[in-house]
């Protein structure tokens, strides 16, 4: 352990302690919680369905009928992992970088990164601004996700700053050497883009390069499993300059050298960063990726799909809106798609400013207007952001069945 940046911690002892600790509103406490603040966040994510349904959700390869292929809930927990050992070494307070792991993918949508760009389409045409997986998990953490708290009320997540920043920051592309948090405390709706801003700790800088880490060797191991690599070994073993006789080439490798050169690399003046070669080497995976598995012709047919799937649930429930009430606009779906509209009505009653309401067990933010075409539209890309890969295949199903 090398402890260079045990100074720098997320702890009382840090000046930015207060704000890293500052929460939305006022967490209840039991007289006997014996769990820090971070440790209370990631209790709190790890119950919440949007965490469960990770498990789920596509991370790179589609439906995969292999169990041991990477689901999107396998690479946040191979985020925390790796996390964990840096910021161990480091000195730095792994219960953030527990907790900002766990719920730093929270907010994507179902089939990866190409369901990502359907659902900004969809946002840009009818709210003016794109849709993407950062600022859907902060949303998601903050308006969106509830829990029942020891009262059996439903209330929002309301985590630290710390870790809500950890979130909308962790944009994994990576083009700098050398990470370093920003200063300000900045109120993080200012963030139109991802990368907008650096992170505000060490921990949450830390997460941003295990995500990339983590997502560079994973995918290789899963596309040499599933075959998918079969004609460009040899260049991957030249790239990573193994001899195919010392069968070097899997992710344990990969991943311990990325982990070992930045730990040995790093210090709070040059920030986090790697060795030239090791940075010049994962840019160079990176592309390699980009080309032979990502932009493959294997994949391609899957992405297609999503597309289909993806436009025809969201043009059904936008085609539903009579410009009255949300609820009054849903009840055409009952007739002929009752999973779609089940699911959807219980949505808009978490989300609403319904009459029964102040009877009700929700005590969380009230987020839409009634008759509002932009808050319904917003509302759907929320709730179809949300879906499992399975459960959006389930409700297409239903709108294409008889």
């Not at 500052?22 to 965490?51: A, C, G, M, Q, V």
């Not at 592309?173 to 300000?184: H, Q, S, V, Y």
């Not at 597309?307 to 606009?329: P, R």
Request: glycine share 4%; aromatic share 14%.
């Amino acid at each position: 352990m090398n402890n260079l940046f045990k100074n720098y911690a997320a702890n009382e002892n840090n000046p930015k302690w207060e704000n890293i600790v500052t929460r939305k509103l006022p967490l209840y406490h039991r007289n006997n919680d014996i769990r820090s603040e971070f440790e209370r966040d990631y209790t709190r994510i790890i119950h919440s369905n949007s965490y469960r349904r990770l498990k789920h959700k596509t991370q790179v390869f589609f439906s995969p009928g292999n169990d041991h292929i990477c689901t999107r809930i396998e690479h946040v927990t191979h985020v925390e992992s790796i996390s964990y050992s840096i910021a161990n070494y480091l000195g730095l307070n792994t219960e953030l970088t527990k907790a900002i792991a766990v719920s730093h993918d929270l907010g994507h949508s179902p089939f990866g990164h190409i369901g990502e760009k359907i659902l900004s389409n969809f946002s840009k045409n009818d709210l003016g601004v794109p849709f993407w997986h950062e600022k859907n998990g902060l949303d998601l953490v903050d308006t969106i996700e509830l829990l029942e708290d020891s009262e059996k009320y439903k209330q929002n997540l309301n985590l630290t700053y710390a870790v809500r920043d950890g979130i909308i920051s962790h944009c994994g592309e990576i083009d700098e050497n050398g990470l370093k948090p920003r200063d300000a405390f900045i109120d993080l709706s200012d963030y139109a883009k991802p990368n907008q801003f650096a992170p505000y700790t060490w921990e949450a800088c830390v997460i941003k390069i295990a995500d990339k880490i983590s997502y560079i060797g994973r995918d290789i191991e899963d596309a040499i499993t599933l075959g998918i690599l079969d004609d460009h070994l040899d260049e991957l073993y030249e790239l990573l300059n193994y001899n195919r006789k010392d069968k070097k080439l899997n992710n344990s490798n990969i991943i311990h050298y990325l982990v070992a050169d930045l730990c040995e690399n790093s210090s709070p003046e040059d920030g986090l960063c790697f060795s030239d070669d090791a940075y010049d080497l994962m840019n160079k995976i990176k592309e390699f990726n980009y080309k032979n598995i990502y932009f493959s012709d294997r994949i391609m047919p899957s992405n297609r799909y999503f597309e289909v799937v993806l436009t025809e649930i969201y043009n059904t429930l936008k085609s539903c809106f009579d410009g009255k009430s949300a609820f009054h606009s849903v009840q055409s779906l009952n007739k002929f798609y009752p999973k779609l509209y089940d699911g959807f009505l219980n949505f808009l009653y978490s989300y609403y400013d319904y009459s029964t309401r102040k009877t009700s067990n929700f005590k969380n933010l009230v987020l839409f207007r009634d008759s509002n075409l932009a808050d319904f539209c917003q509302a759907i890309l929320f709730f179809v952001s949300g879906m499992t890969d399975n459960y959006a295949m389930e409700i297409y199903d239903e709108i294409i069945g008889f």
